[in-house]
């Protein structure tokens, strides 16, 4: 309930400063799979559903998809690295700026000359991650997209889930290798994102998210429990852990370093999509995305934090990173403060 409280709190206050169309947030405990917090603008008054709109309605989370951009990023590096295709200090020419895939010119927000292939990631380096994916292959990219159960429901307790779309290669175009691997020909949900994000944190293993832990009657007697469910490991502990070393360069020195708490190691990356608009990419509409975990060594909580057309700032590291810091900065401290209060709790039964 408090987890719930402070993320509502950020997410609504940031929305409105961000002139943001609409903005979901996500707290996932990173071992367990349950979800801590969900919460969705535009919202509805409980006591008053009538006067609500559609939109206002729409769980978000699970039913709402949109092309995710770099943040998608994370399933490249990490089918390069499960592949031992690459290495963290492996260089790639990033063509310093522009790169013709096909008919279609790839940018990078900044040019950039040679990179390690960890700087691709710290920098978010389009042209480097399609160079990556290209000596991949498109099944490769296809088959590790699925491992991280892209396409496809999670199975969360929730009404309303769709699937996203994961299109098989037979359906990729010539310039699809260039898109796909950054995060765009690919639709998700923010439930999926974060569900991916957290079997990474999770050292590969993929738990099925849920949001209730347990149903009583009116007697206080247990009817049923849930509890944590692994779905499959989608990457070795070895990559995994290179994998987050990598995102906690994001956040230390890369795109993300708003998403920085003191005192506390974070991982994560961000992404800026362009949204489609009458069936081509606007140059004014974005997504702005940030998900990350804490603490890297030890990872407790994953979250997620995107908004719908921010305006004037639009870019995930600038506009969603600060919304994560603020959430899962003090969601780890309440944390921690239960954990105190049950440890004295159980010292003082032990003592009597």
Not at 64 to 76: L, R
Not at 147 to 169: A, D, Q, Y
Not at 311 to 327: C, D, I, L, Q
Not at 335 to 352: F, K, M, P
Request: glycine share 8%.
């Amino acid at each position: 309930e408090t987890i719930q409280y402070i993320t509502e709190q950020a997410l609504f206050k940031a929305v409105k400063d961000n002139n943001a169309k609409a903005g979901t947030v996500i707290v996932m405990d990173v071992v367990t799979g349950e979800i801590l917090a969900l919460a969705n603008y535009p919202s509805y008054d409980l006591d008053d559903v009538a006067k609500s709109e559609i939109a206002s309605r729409t769980n978000r989370a699970v039913s709402f998809v949109y092309e995710p951009g770099s943040v998608f990023k994370i399933v490249t590096a990490s089918a390069a690295l499960e592949e031992e295709t690459f290495k963290e200090d492996d260089r790639i020419f990033c063509e310093n700026g522009e790169y013709r895939i096909a008919n279609h010119i790839l940018h990078d927000h900044k040019p950039h000359g040679d990179l390690s292939f960890k700087e691709v990631f710290q920098y978010s380096s389009n042209i480097g991650v399609a160079k990556i994916a290209q000596r991949l292959g498109p099944d490769t990219i296809y088959r590790y997209a699925q491992r991280f159960r892209f396409g496809m429901k999670t199975g969360i307790n929730l009404k309303g889930e769709v699937s996203g779309l994961l299109k098989p290669t037979s359906q990729w175009s010539k310039t699809s290798i260039g898109a796909i691997p950054i995060g765009h020909e690919i639709t998700t949900t923010p439930l999926q994102m974060v569900s991916a994000l957290a079997a990474l944190a999770n050292d590969g293993l993929y738990m099925k998210p849920f949001v209730v832990k347990y149903i009583k009657d009116q007697h206080g007697e247990l009817i049923r429990e849930f509890t944590p469910t692994v779905v499959d490991r989608v990457i070795s502990v070895d990559t995994a852990r290179r994998t987050k070393e990598i995102l906690k360069t994001v956040v230390e020195a890369g795109t993300g370093q708003r998403a920085q708490i003191e005192g506390v190691a974070v991982g994560g990356k961000t992404g800026t999509a362009q949204k489609i608009e009458n069936g081509t990419y606007s140059h004014s509409s974005y997504y702005a995305t940030f998900i990350g975990f804490a603490p890297v060594d030890a990872p407790r909580l994953a979250a997620i934090v995107v908004f719908d057309e921010p305006r004037p700032r639009y870019f995930g590291g600038t506009v969603s990173a600060p919304v994560f810091k603020e959430v899962v900065e003090k969601s780890l401290k309440y944390l921690d403060n239960i954990r105190s209060t049950e440890y004295v709790s159980n010292s003082r039964q032990l003592n009597h």
